[in-house]
């Protein structure tokens, strides 16, 4: 059975709510297929057309997280939520960068929806999960740590985070991954989560990802939302 809360922040972050997907797969492709490739060029060709000329800060999705990590004190962007980067990369003419099947397909999806999501290996965690406030005995092993930065660099305190136990799977909410448990190719079981603040549906985001990982990834996948009204989730 895997539990997750997000009782901690409601007091704080009361419109905070994320979908959690259970993903079950025989393997994971490191290469798109076809349809994938064509859902990702038409998510960023949607990005550059709807958002261009545009101010980062002027996207409501974008918007909603750079209030939500001024609320634990973030005054600046020198941090910046996953979607944000997502979103201002492929607005600088990028694409979303090529990674594994089912990474590039969720890293689709938040571009589409503008919407933060992460992924783990369930395999290599605990299965109660928690979005909460550090603690002094959390850890985090950056899975890319800047130049000249150590790897490990745990969470400061009242930072979001996201964690397994003790284990920070993604610090300051849905900045950077823990090391530990990344998708890889050899991946057979996945816990996804799909965030928002205030901004943007994901049921409708959550209902994208399931039906992509279906028909391009042949993947399973089980559905439940965590928000003010049902904080704890359980699923099977």
């Known amino acids: 059975m895997l539990r997750l809360s997000i009782t901690d922040l409601l007091s704080t972050f009361p419109d905070f709510r994320t979908a959690v997907l259970l993903i079950e797969t ?13 859902y990702i060029a038409e998510a960023e060709a949607t990005c550059r057309t709807r958002w261009a000329g545009m101010e980062l800060s002027a996207i409501p999705g974008i ?11 973030i005054k600046s962007t020198s941090y910046r939520s996953s979607v944000e980067r997502l979103v201002k990369r492929v607005l600088a003419g990028d694409s979303v960068p090529a990674i594994n099947g089912f990474v590039d397909l969720y890293n689709a999806v ?7 999501l992460g992924a783990d290996d369930l395999d290599r965690i605990t299965p109660d999960l928690a979005f909460r406030f550090a603690r002094d005995d959390d850890t985090f092993i950056d899975m890319a740590p800047g130049e000249g930065l150590p790897a490990e660099q745990p969470p400061k305190p009242g930072e979001v985070v996201y964690a397994s136990g003790s284990t920070v799977l993604c610090r300051r909410w849905n900045w950077r991954q823990d090391a530990r448990s990344i998708v890889t190719p050899q991946t057979r079981r996945i816990v996804l989560t799909l965030q928002s603040h205030g901004e943007g549906s ?20 089980r559905l439940a939302i965590a928000d003010r009204e049902t ?6």
């Not at 025989?26 to 064509?38: E, F, K, M, V």
């Not at 994901?202 to 996948?221: F, Y």
């Open 202 to 221: 994901v049921e409708a985001a959550a209902q994208a990802l399931m039906t992509l990982a279906q028909t391009e990834l042949d993947m399973t996948s």
């Open 231 to 236: 904080p704890l989730i359980e699923l099977a």
């Open 63 to 73: 918007a909603a997280w750079r209030r939500a990590y001024k609320g634990f004190g």
């Open 110 to 116: 938040s571009l589409a929806h503008v919407l933060c």
């Open 26 to 38: 025989d393997g994971i492709a490191t290469q798109r297929t076809p349809g994938l490739a064509a």
